[in-house]
């Protein structure tokens, strides 16, 4: 199914930077600030809810080094997310959202306070910023722990005002949520055609498909040709991956994918005049077709060796008539010849009118009519003598009969031999399903053996920290306790003296 979106005007996605916690930014702050690192080809500033997130695209490759080796981006005292696009597709543990929700709405500073101070029991060091949302105010907070926040979505950890008003949380807009509408429209070189659609295979389908083997950067379904989809990726050699890939084959249906041979730009503006000229090579072909057919036609009709007699109606329906039953078996075709010349009077067959052959002048072609044989040989065995000419009608009749032969019909199916190497193509199109599939699970198990091991380190700091924490607690409480039995010690040769 194509997508309904508008696609964004970026024209190189190599070129595109990230920037995140800007959703308490002005968008002509952020546009300044940026464009001080060079020169701004293009920007998406979306509007929907809960997004914290800008894409910036700027003019060449050095301007987007000059921004990224920046170490600080700080505006307005809020410190911004700044990474490459393209590699926030590829390493998703570096970006901050899934650390981040809204809450609220936000009615007066006490809602805040109430707000803060819950979360800072589960986080102490949370971050959190003012942002508008369609003229409402929400708190965006962001953890240290994602696992917090899959906690606090789990079992819906939500302060109660004093007022029992309550609050809502939400997640914010992740940027796997436009990879149908951000897309290069003039930089092919990353880029594929998948072709073969139906109207069940949608974008989200094709991401989540074709990210399994290699991270998706893009993917847009034609609004013009629903059959066609635009996929992009990180870089050549990912490209090269998916394009030696066996199969494609998702939702019942045998894609074919092949490498972008044009932007996607020029695709769409060009694609209706595009169509209609492969209409117009179509109908070349098809004539092509007939001009073949014509051809192949007259080329059996040129191999007769002898023209074909004049023979008189009658003796044509008398011949159809034999012959309207089609039979298998060659013999009964021999008795059928048979019956056929023996039943046939003398007076029936007419000599008909023929024009002799300027090469040939023979006198025998003017010499009367043979008598029909009243006994013929079996039809292998049926030639023209080679020692003298026949008459018209011997031969005439004797042509017709092959004629009529080799034009009977019959209803039986051709048999269509089965080719012995459909069992090895069999074999082959299995076992290259069956390593898709490996690959499919062998590359699912790395990418979650890397998100439990990032889990797992994320949990072993945690427990660090609060080992530290604990420790610290201890060693201020052994202190605190020495402190007072010196105290104590101190006093009590003074008391035990009075």
């Known amino acids: 199914m194509a997508s309904n979106l508008n696609i964004s005007s970026f024209q190189n996605l190599s070129l595109c930077i990230y920037i995140g916690n800007t959703t308490s930014l002005d968008d002509k702050t952020l546009l300044t600030y940026c464009s001080r690192f060079g020169t701004i080809v293009s920007s998406s500033f979306e509007k929907e809810k809960f997004c914290d997130f800008h894409i910036i695209e700027f003019a060449n490759h050095e301007q987007v080094e000059k921004f990224l080796d920046e170490n600080i981006h700080d505006v307005?005292?809020?410190?911004?997310?700044?990474?490459?696009?393209?590699?926030?597709?590829?390493?998703?543990?570096?970006?901050?959202?899934?650390?981040?929700?809204?809450i609220g709405p936000i009615l007066n500073s006490n809602d805040i306070n109430t707000i803060i101070e819950f979360y800072k029991k589960i986080d102490s060091s949370l971050r959190y910023y003012l942002s508008k949302q369609d003229k409402q105010a929400y708190l965006l907070f962001e953890l240290n722990n994602r696992q917090s926040i899959t906690t606090i979505f789990e079992k819906q950890t939500i302060p109660i005002t004093i007022e029992q008003r309550n609050f809502f949380i939400y997640k914010p807009i992740h940027p796997k949520q436009f990879v149908?509408?951000?897309?290069?429209?003039?930089?092919?070189?990353?880029?594929?055609?998948?072709?073969?659609?139906?109207?069940?295979?949608?974008?989200?389908?094709?991401?989540?498909?074709?990210?399994?083997?290699?991270?998706?950067?893009?993917?847009?379904?034609?609004?013009?040709?629903?059959?066609?989809?635009?996929?992009?990726?990180?870089?050549?050699?990912?490209?090269?991956?998916?394009?030696?890939?066996?199969?494609?084959?998702?939702?019942?249906?045998?894609?074919?994918?092949?490498?972008?041979?044009?932007?996607?730009?020029?695709?769409?503006?060009?694609?209706?005049?595009?169509?209609?000229?492969?209409?117009?090579?179509?109908?070349?072909?098809?004539?092509?077709?007939?001009?073949?057919?014509?051809?192949?036609?007259?080329?059996?009709?040129s191999k007769t060796s002898f023209p074909e007699p004049i023979v008189n109606s009658l003796g044509v329906q008398n011949q159809l008539s034999l012959f309207t039953l089609p039979t298998t078996h060659q013999e009964n075709i021999q008795q059928q010849l048979l019956s056929f010349l023996n039943a046939i009077p003398s007076s029936i067959v007419k000599e008909p009118t023929f024009i002799p052959s300027p090469e040939k002048m023979e006198s025998g072609w003017t010499s009367p009519p043979r008598t029909i044989i009243s006994h013929c040989p079996v039809t292998d065995q049926l030639s023209i003598p080679s020692s003298s000419i026949p008459s018209a009608t011997t031969i005439s009749n004797y042509t017709d009969l092959l004629h009529q032969l080799t034009t009977v019909d019959t209803d039986i199916k051709p048999i269509r031999p089965i080719a012995s190497n459909n069992i090895l193509k069999f074999f082959e199109q299995c076992q290259n399903e069956l390593d898709q599939i490996r690959d499919e699970y062998r590359s699912k198990f790395d990418e979650n053996r890397r998100y439990i091991e990032q889990e797992i380190n994320l949990l072993i700091d945690e427990e660090r920290q609060a080992l530290d924490k604990l420790n610290r607690y201890l060693n201020d409480h052994r202190r605190r306790v020495e402190k007072r039995n010196n105290n104590k010690r101190k006093h009590s040769p003074s008391s035990s003296t009075h």
């Open 180 to 301: 149908n509408k951000i897309i290069s429209m003039k930089n092919k070189q990353n880029q594929i055609y998948i072709q073969g659609l139906t109207s069940n295979i949608t974008e989200t389908m094709l991401v989540d498909y074709f990210h399994r083997r290699a991270p998706v950067i893009a993917c847009y379904i034609l609004l013009n040709d629903p059959t066609c989809a635009v996929m992009e990726f990180n870089d050549k050699k990912t490209v090269k991956k998916i394009l030696d890939t066996p199969n494609i084959r998702l939702q019942g249906t045998n894609l074919l994918i092949r490498k972008a041979s044009r932007h996607l730009a020029s695709l769409l503006f060009s694609s209706t005049n595009k169509d209609e000229s492969d209409d117009d090579d179509d109908d070349d072909h098809g004539n092509n077709n007939n001009d073949n057919n014509i051809e192949v036609k007259s080329t059996v009709v």
């Open 76 to 102: 307005d005292g809020i410190l911004l997310d700044v990474k490459l696009y393209k590699t926030i597709y590829t390493n998703n543990a570096i970006l901050n959202i899934d650390r981040k929700f809204f």
